[in-house]
């Protein structure tokens, strides 16, 4: 049973444009909720991250957006740039000693 | 301050040999996990160490293991390998506390391909 879901595979954005990522999950015990990036090759590098007590946090051109009631979460890009087409995991856990849960990651390609 | 390091990037190993993993966490960090992604499938998490100890445990079967060592290194193996191990074998660290806000760190992986 996946306890979370990124049910987009992939996404194609314009340059310049807005990308929204989308995550879904069932355990309603998760309160921490993070997304990472991978290119092709490497290890996911870290992104931004949300606890269940906020329902926004920014960074720069990112921001995730977390609806509890809705169990779902969203990471919106904006500007997208040709550098953000990766592979996009989402993640949760319920505790700072638990794993973290993975979705199974949306292709972002960002055309030029 | 470095990364978490992954050695070797790359290998190649025969269906039924044994494989050891090995992975250096960020400095200061004492818990140490490791991820099975292939393609088309999401990390998969295998087992996670916290100060020598196994704390969490992923549905893996026996023949992947894991230890930690005193300075917090860590090794898994995997043992009579089969053909659908083939795999990027990924490894995190993070200080290991109690808050959930901990975040965990990625080595680059290892590639691992089974003939």
């Known amino acids: 049973d996946q306890q979370v879901k990124q049910n987009s595979p992939s996404l194609s954005v314009q340059e310049g444009r807005i990308s929204i990522l989308n995550c879904d999950y069932t355990n309603s015990m998760f309160d921490y909720f993070l997304w990472y990036k991978k290119y092709p090759a490497e290890g996911p590098t870290f992104l931004i991250s949300i606890s269940s007590i906020k329902d926004k946090n920014e960074d720069g051109r990112f921001t995730v957006f977390l609806n509890k009631s809705a169990k779902h979460l969203s990471l919106h890009i904006v500007p997208s740039q040709p550098g953000d087409s990766a592979v996009y995991f989402c993640a949760a856990r319920y505790s700072g000693n638990t794993p973290l849960v993975f979705g199974k990651g949306t292709r972002l390609s960002v055309i030029a | ?115």
């Open chain 2, 1 to 115: 301050k470095a990364g978490v390091t992954q050695t070797p990037r790359y290998l190649i190993k025969t269906r039924g040999q044994q494989v050891t993993l090995s992975c250096s966490p960020i400095s200061g960090h004492r818990s140490v996990s490791w991820y099975q992604q292939t393609p088309g499938q999401g990390l998969q998490f295998l087992f996670e160490y916290f100060s020598e100890t196994q704390r969490n445990k992923g549905n893996f079967p026996g023949r992947f293991s894991g230890r930690q060592f005193s300075n917090s290194r860590s090794e898994m193996n995997v043992s009579t390998l089969e053909l659908g191990d083939s795999a990027l074998y990924l490894c995190a660290s993070s200080p290991g506390g109690v808050t959930p806000g901990n975040t965990i760190y990625f080595g680059e992986g290892s590639w691992l391909t089974v003939v």
